[in-house]
């Protein structure tokens, strides 16, 4: 064995949560025979990653399945994004996802160019976005953008050349936490990649929070609207009369899947498969924490095989206590989230010829 | 063709500007035959790169030439600053700026060891400059710096032994940006390279702004007298009674280039053949924002073929609506950014011979 | 001379301190062979780096050959940190040794994830350090903190599974500056590495501060009481009443070496070979400067061959009149800490095999 190789080796040992249930990506690659849906990538190239709803059922899974192959070899001996350049532009400052997406980059030997408060800028002098998207071309391959405008896409998109991934606008979505959220679902249970999965493999998720204010809940709803066969029911508890919002309601209504919608954590804890807690919700230009009555902890009654999801960070909503039971899939979430981003970076950036023996169906 | 090769042509050409005149390297690089004046670029080794003031038109033009060199080939191949480190230490933030610089480093297979605003510096502690400047000697090998106070450079140079690239220091220069301005013009028009410029190819500047306290102006202006044979008359508008200000108003009276200073945009608008626009002033510790009486839009008189240069970023005295017109050579002129930026940082760190195939004459 | 070669060296040629005494690591390594303890490096594979207790004067020793070795050769050559990515997250902002840090990395090679300012954080909302360490663990190899809270180390290391290098916590430690000042210390007097030190090599200790709150001054002494045989006294000057705090008493009274605290630091300056001076104490979760009653210059009565260290950014404490005199030895101290932090990354990453040439006794 190579010095190189041993040592990539020991490189991804490490690289994994500390507590909580830890999540092979091996199994959910051999449930495809190791192999990739290259041709649902290959439309990724050149493409922004804007909202989960561009997204079908077989590109997620693709997705999942290339970050899978991703954290199960080293791929970075490849050094897929030799010579690319990432643009991590943070208007809404937020360490983890930046430090995630610059990772995915570092580790695939591509480099980056690093906003961490775009507060910071041109912008105090007044410069719009769609001006910053103007220099952005000529800066870099890709913008990854966190903003606290909804509306900043179509703003920088006026005049930016480059492809867009969208790391979460104001209170509109957040696609690659979705897609992070769904790799950790499909690596615990690999049946539910399936249109047809074994009913009692199907789940029943539960949503403690408001999805029309929440950008991480919402666009993991709407992946979740794709998984038609492997959802059995969607339930959102919450305080509010309207926790779904208008960008929710209508695909709701339209989906096979059944919805209800809930007051008390109480009454359906104990039903839940898959429990999705976020505890910050957009109010306008504030923050909101979420209502400390839907706190979980190592008390709560849940099912004893239910998996809690959180795309973190977390308040008091979800207790330290439950770390280290088997209920945490939080951590293993969490610790899935630079293989997602290089999957996408890879796609979006046309570099899945880079990557070494892809088997391709 | 091999993968690299194509791979770097793809970079190459998506790397321009949405809108506005597009400016071809090539037609100034075909006017030396593709020679670069590998002597005036040889002189800059070890320098630092201060103001204007420091350059004749002899070394301008070769600045160009090697952007343009850089502009068409992918020399990033040649990994020209390989083994070296900038340090962008920007005490004044300016996302743009500062981008411009570590893109053109990064691109180049340089290193970058950023500091995004220097008032989150131990400087907080009250660490002068030129302690500063004696730490980054052995932590960088050339220093990128933008500093609010005019005096900022002798002060760091009381220690520093590294170069020193000046990206703005209070109202005094703000020399790189005036290449930039320079490298546009000279694609735009390559008859201005010489000091025998056919009479129909000579230009009218007009300066919209106060070169006294806006160093991009004031650097812009200082380059424009070395190409006497070029610029046929410079005219500036201006609200205020001396706009030119102590440093430019010697040169401006020695110089065989015409000057004047008119207080109304309307009387002299038709007959400019450039104008440079900008927005911001400094006035002692703090910004000020143009008058807008003299917004420039869509329905301005210009000449036909008259073309606006700004620095950017922009206010409301240059209106999006000019964008889509081939009166907008300001997008071009950001586009050109980064390869002036890597011409100085390759001929400052003396690594003008890792570039293959530079044809001298 | 091969082109990279001669480049290597013209590199290490000026990475040097500007003005005081100049120290050559040469001298240091040929008191030893120019081998290398090996053995005591070895131990560092994997280990954190928390605080001054945790070393033997063998591996400070160690480090100090290694770091002299790394500072008289230009081992980037070798990429000893290749695909290694270290994370500086400095919770409480400290440019220049942030810096420091991400110049060692970027020499050898390594890669870096920056947070400049960690108040800039999901930390707003709430996170805590335990699950930021969380985070971490997929996103690098090496964690350096710097945090204003002396708990952090236990907070973040609860989840942590990657080596932590401890840039400063609170009033808590600052061990690699403590190895940065023996650095320079060792390499101004090789003999001091030696338990038998010749006695007219033996050196008095002056401590101008507050050991107790000022956490690089305290990491300072605690190395100084491993030098038994070399330091024959240590004198902390101090107007307050308990200067040397609770971490420190019982180390120094069961220590060989004899300790006292005066009042006045005329009393015994004349005497004092080497004097360590800082400008900051912490208080609670503020600063405060020193005592301006204790401020060294040109005409402190020092004695003809007495050295200052002092771990910068400096106040009115320490006069820039010293800067030119032979009594600077914080210049050449400064140029030290890059190789010594390098010395410990390589160390505490296991990448001792990737450096050609290490001769071991």
């Not at 930016?160 to 790799?183: E, M």
């Not at 998720?205 to 992946?223: C, D, E, H, N, Q």
């Not at 809930?262 to 979420?290: K, Q, T």
Request: aromatic share 6%; glycine share 6%; charged share 25%.
């Amino acid at each position: 064995m190579s010095d190189q190789v041993a040592r990539a080796i020991a490189l991804s040992a490490a690289a994994t949560n500390s507590k909580g249930q830890h999540l092979s990506p091996t199994e959910l690659l051999n449930s495809f025979d190791g192999k990739i849906d290259r041709d649902a990538l290959k439309e990724l190239a050149g493409q922004s990653i804007l909202e989960p709803r561009q997204f079908d059922r077989r590109t997620v899974v693709a997705i999942a399945q290339l970050s899978a192959l991703l954290e199960s070899r080293n791929v970075e001996m490849d050094k897929p994004l030799d010579g690319k350049i990432a643009i991590t532009a943070f208007f809404e400052a937020s360490t983890r996802t930046r430090l995630s997406f610059e990772s995915a980059v570092l580790r695939l030997d591509g480099k980056v160019l690093s906003v961490p408060d775009g507060q910071v800028t041109g912008i105090a002098k007044g410069e719009s976005l769609a001006d910053i998207g103007e220099m952005f071309n000529t800066y870099g391959d890709v913008v990854i953008m966190r903003h606290p405008d909804t509306n900043c896409i179509d703003e920088i998109r006026k005049n930016l050349q480059r492809p867009l991934i969208n790391a979460g606008n104001g209170s509109g979505h957040h696609p690659t936490q979705a897609l992070i959220d769904w790799y950790a679902l499909l690596k615990w249970r690999p049946e539910l990649c399936s249109p047809n999965c074994p009913e009692e493999k199907r789940v029943h998720l539960g949503i403690i929070g408001t999805p029309g204010s929440m950008r991480a809940v919402k666009s993991f709803v709407r992946l979740a609207l794709l998984f038609t066969g492997a959802v059995k029911k969607i339930t959102v508890i919450s305080e509010l009369a309207d926790p779904v919002g208008l960008d929710l309601n209508e695909p709701l209504e339209e989906s096979p899947i059944p919805t209800e919608i809930v007051n008390d954590v109480r009454e359906v804890l104990p039903h839940l498969d898959v429990i999705y807690v976020n505890s910050i919700a957009f109010l306008g230009d504030s923050y909101r924490n979420l209502d400390t009555r839907y706190k979980l902890d190592q008390d709560s009654e849940l099912k004893s095989d239910a998996v809690i999801l959180h795309p973190l960070a977390r308040n008091e909503e979800l207790s330290e206590s439950l770390d280290c039971t088997d209920h945490n899939l939080y951590f293993a979430q969490a610790a899935g989230a630079v293989f997602v981003r290089q999957a996408l970076l890879v796609s979006v950036l046309d570099r899945l010829d880079q990557i070494s023996g892809i088997s391709t169906p």
